[in-house]
């Protein structure tokens, strides 16, 4: 059973940084594309930033494009989200996420083609 765990979350000030890190378990063999999503009490889950097994191509949302940064490490299963300039908007909870495929070049932002979800991990940034 694939397995994705979430850290690196808090509370920061409006302007601050955080990085959260997603350890990918069980894939074995497989190339897998990986992505970063959100939900904000009483909205909709928000495609954030995706990125191909090759580590080619990231995928921003227009939200954050400037000011998050995704990234891989195939050798320790980890994947990153770097958060720059952080706003109040930007508070919720984030889930990482994963799905197989021979495409390593590119990824796609669209939850319904992921198969493995992360626990979450809360985000909220505040004054």
């Known amino acids: 059973q694939v397995q994705l765990v979430e850290s690196g979350g808090g509370l920061v000030q409006p302007g601050g940084s955080l990085r959260l890190s997603c350890v990918v378990s069980?894939?074995?063999?497989?190339?897998?594309?990986v992505g970063w999503f959100r939900q904000a009490p009483g909205k909709e889950r928000e495609g954030v930033s995706c990125?191909?097994?090759?580590?080619?191509?990231?995928t921003y949302a227009d939200s954050v494009k400037g000011r998050f940064t995704i990234s891989r490490d195939n050798a320790k299963n980890t994947v990153y989200l770097q958060m720059n300039s952080l706003k109040s908007e930007d508070t919720a909870i984030y889930y990482c996420?994963?799905?197989?495929?021979?495409?390593?070049?590119?990824?796609?932002?669209?939850?319904?083609?992921?198969?493995?979800w992360g626990q979450g991990t809360q985000v909220t940034a505040s004054s």
């Open positions: 996420a994963a799905y197989r495929t021979y495409v390593q070049t590119m990824c796609v932002i669209d939850p319904e083609i992921y198969d493995y």
């Open positions: 069980r894939f074995t063999s497989d190339s897998y594309a």
């Open positions: 990125l191909s097994y090759s580590g080619d191509s990231p």
